[in-house]
Structure formats: C-alpha cells, structure tokens
C-alpha cells in the first residue's frame, strides 16, 4: 500500500506522506478523483501537503504548552496556538499552519488501532479545517443535479435518511457531487457545492432497495456504522461532477414513522436553521473563515428554495417512484 499521493480537488491539489507510520491514514479519507487532473498538475507546488511522522510515546495536550481550546468532536479536542490549530485525540496531534498549506502529523500507535476512526475523524478534520483558510467550508450534505441543471443539496445527519435518498436520486438518472459530505465556495451567481466524493457507505436495508448494486457492493472497513460500500465511479457510470452551482435546490431528509414521503416547503429563518445544524463548527469563533462562512450561507438560503422531506419507508421498496414524488412535488 503507497503511502504518498497526490489528489485533486476542485482546484487544489493535496499532497501527502505518511513518513514511518505503518499504515497510511490519510489517503484514505481524501476524495475520490472524478476527472483526470491536468498533466501540468503533478510540477505544481500542492496547494495543502499533509506530512505522518511516527512518535512512540503519545502526546501531552497542547495546552501544556499554551495552546487554548477552541471545540471538541467526540474524543478529539481542538486547540489554538497563535495562527496554528492543534488537534489531539490524546495520543497524537496534527498541527495545522494559519495559511492552511500544511498539516504536521505526530502519530503514536494506539492512535491507528483503529484506523478508520482515526482516518475519518481526526484526520478528516485537520483537513476541513485546513480547507477553510482556501476559502471551502464544509456542510454535511449529498448533492444531485438533474438534467435540468438544477442541483439539489441534501443536507441532515447520520440516519436521517441522507444517504438512502442519495442514493435513490442517482439511481434514478441524477448526476452525483457526493452522498455525505460537501464544499461550500463563493461563485459569481451565489453559492456552488463541491463533491466531497466517496465510496458511498450502506446499511443492508438500503443495499437491498438497489439490487443492481449487489454485485459491486464490498464490505466496509472495521468501526464503520454502517454495513456495505460502492464506488459511486463504478455504480453510476459517466455521471460523476466535481461541482454543482445555481439554481440550487435545499432537501432536509428525515424518517417518516409512515410508507409514504411528505414534502413541504420551508421559509428563510427554518431553513437557514437547519443550514447552520447541518454544518461544521460554523459556532466557533476562533476557526478562519467564519465570517465569510455566515455570509455564504446567508447567501445560499437567500437564494434557494428549501423543503422538509419526510421520507417513507417505501423508499425502501420503490425507490423510483419516491423520489418522482418528491420532483414533483418541488416542480
């Protein structure tokens, strides 16, 4: 397994190299490239280069050396030193230069006992923090485009249903940004949305509502909460985009207790409510970016229209037929 890379990402590269670490987390979380970079690409300085040095006792906090804390995700705590952001999950650190261009990671062991809870938290996180600094800011979402051209975003949080209308929306003919994470940037019209592209992670229940996808369905890695994986490259062939921009369409997925899917349109103020839950850190005050971060999306509920979607349990079944229900619902 290689343990340095290059990726693209909209229009940065990110650079990496896990040093002496006996296993690579880092490429693992980064996404997934849809398009094939330009060949000038690989002779361009990175635009973020992530660098995975072994350590064999684990960490102290940072604030033994005067660093303050700023947030907390779970068992990782960040911290702010100067310009830096530290973050530890107390046995490593990863130390995020204010220019965002490079992260430093000190790794001890016991940290990648658990690779892919290391990979998908703690790393995942230096990284979207590092994309604030380039102007990027993360909202926990799918994104669909139609052909049409309208995209749709469909922010909420694990087991809201996000994933299974995801998949729902490409299976039947929508172009795919991604199924659980994307980038928010400026552009000239308003907003436009980055796929954060990745395998697109399942629980059996959903697996088998798409039984044109068992064939290339594989297992997901150990301390995963959910079941199966496909690559969306793979599963839906020649409709991959790097980015979705206006018109912009705003889906809030729940569980509906009930078979059938309800829709009805939210005003500004629920909507912009329900923006602000579906994205990261935009509370802190001590993270780069944020008042930028307010105003994009104060822009983006400006200018799109936003709907609550109860989704039934027969998406499960008929999968088609729901989301049908749901276009013409939104017209």
């Known amino acids: 397994m290689s343990g340095s890379g290059r990726r693209r990402f909209a229009d940065l590269t990110i650079e990496w190299d896990r040093g002496d670490l006996a296993l690579d987390p880092f490429g693992p979380i980064l996404p997934l490239e849809v398009e094939r970079p330009p060949a000038s ?18 960490t102290p906090s940072p604030a033994e050396h005067g660093a303050e804390p700023v947030l907390y995700h779970g068992s990782t705590q960040c911290f702010r030193r100067g310009q830096e952001l530290i973050l530890w999950d107390r046995a490593s650190t990863l130390t995020i230069g204010g220019d965002g261009q490079h992260i430093l990671a000190h790794v001890h062991a016991s940290s990648i006992e658990q690779p892919f809870h290391f990979s998908s938290v703690t790393v995942m996180m230096a990284v979207l923090l590092a994309l604030r600094s380039h102007g990027y800011f993360h909202l926990h979402a799918a994104g669909a485009r139609w052909s049409d051209g309208q995209t749709w975003l469909v922010p909420g949080e694990s087991s809201s249903g996000k994933s299974t209308l995801a998949l729902s929306l490409f299976a039947a003919g929508a172009s795919w940004l991604s199924d659980d994470a994307l980038l928010l940037r400026p552009e000239r019209e308003g907003v436009e949305a980055v796929g954060w592209a990745r395998p697109i992670r399942m629980t059996t229940a959903t697996a088998a ?50 078979p059938h899917t309800r829709v009805s349109e939210l005003d500004r103020a629920e909507a912009f409510g329900r923006i602000l839950h579906a994205c990261a850190w935009v509370a802190s005050e001590h993270l780069p970016g944020r008042a930028q971060q307010l105003e994009l999306l104060g822009r983006l509920v400006d200018t799109a229209r936003a709907f609550d979607v109860a989704v039934g349990s027969r998406v499960l079944t008929e999968p088609d037929a729901v989301v049908e229900v749901i276009r013409q619902r939104i017209g």
């Open 209 to 258: 509502a798409f039984p044109h996808l068992q064939p290339m369905l594989v297992r997901c890695a150990a301390g995963s909460d959910r079941d199966y994986e496909v690559d969306p490259r793979e599963a839906f062939s020649g409709r991959a985009l790097v980015a979705g921009g206006p018109p912009l369409t705003l889906v809030f997925p729940r569980i509906a207790g009930e």
């Open 41 to 58: 690409d690989h002779e361009t300085p990175a635009d973020i280069v992530i660098e995975g040095r072994a350590v064999s006792q684990a």
